[in-house]
């Protein structure tokens, strides 16, 4: 049994920061690619950051990549994403996902968590 749940979201004003965090179980975490997305109201899910613990390699989407940083706690088995210099168009529900390579595409993931929304105000 794998499950993500993800925690940290909130309303914050463009500027600010949030750090996101997600806590697997029924997984090993460090076999594990792990990647962040986010919706947006009426928008697809899109790729926002990615890492994988053999390796240890990340990749960002180009609109994040000064501002957002995902790393992991193997011992705590979470993955987080610091998000720093928010903006209005980063408001979105932010979900992890956990599979066994990285990729942009939200099909190519196994494991989904639930979300957590993120709200930045101008």
């Known amino acids: 049994q794998v499950q993500l749940v993800e925690s940290g979201g909130g309303l914050v004003q463009a500027g600010g920061s949030l750090r996101l965090a997600c806590v697997v179980s029924?997984?090993?975490?460090?076999?594990?690619?792990m990647a962040w997305f986010r919706q947006a109201s009426g928008k697809e899910r899109e790729f926002v950051a990615a890492i994988t613990y053999s390796g240890g390699g990340t990749s960002f989407e180009k609109s994040v990549s000064a501002r957002f940083t995902i790393s992991g706690d193997n011992a705590k088995n979470t993955v987080y994403l610091q998000m720093n210099s928010l903006k209005p168009e980063d408001t979105a529900v932010y979900y992890c996902a956990c599979g066994r390579q990285v990729s942009t595409q939200v099909d190519a993931w196994d494991y989904w968590g639930r979300g957590t929304q993120v709200t930045v105000s101008s």
């Open positions: 029924g997984r090993t975490f460090s076999r594990d690619a």
